[in-house]
């Protein structure tokens, strides 16, 4: 059974960073055959992709985030990193990290995200 579990959330002020993890447990995270993506939710908003790694074509990610947001990877521990740099109040919301069959993407949508974590906090505020 597939399964992800994120970690690394908090309380920062803004311009601070912070580094959220998402582990893959039963599954490879860092094979070419499976993409991963991060999404967050703020309070009364829809859920919103953020960034991807993609199977094929490496990184993806949204403009709001992009210059900010970067991903790695660390093959031998099966993580998938979301490094997140100069934070704004605006990137307050619970991230999630969830794995496609897709290989590449135009977008970084929902639907075609399956295998759901339990979501991290991220606050940013002063």
């Known amino acids: 059974q597939v399964k992800v579990v994120e970690s690394g959330g908090g309380s920062v002020q803004p311009g601070g960073s912070l580094r959220l993890a998402c582990v893959g447990e039963g599954y490879s995270l860092t094979s070419n055959i499976t993409s991963v993506g991060w999404f967050r939710q703020a309070p009364g908003k829809q859920r919103e992709g953020v960034a991807a790694?993609?199977?094929?074509?490496?990184?993806i990610y949204a403009k709001s985030v992009k210059g900010r947001f970067t991903l790695s990877q660390d093959n031998a521990k099966n993580v998938l990193y979301l490094q997140m740099n100069n934070l704004e109040p605006e990137d307050t919301a619970v991230y999630y990290c969830?794995?496609?069959?897709?290989?590449?993407?135009?977008?970084?949508?929902?639907?075609?995200?399956?295998?759901w974590g339990q979501g991290t906090q991220v606050t940013v505020s002063s």
């Open positions: 790694m993609q199977a094929i074509g490496g990184p």
């Open positions: 969830a794995t496609s069959t897709r290989r590449w993407f135009l977008s970084i949508l929902l639907q075609d995200f399956h295998n």
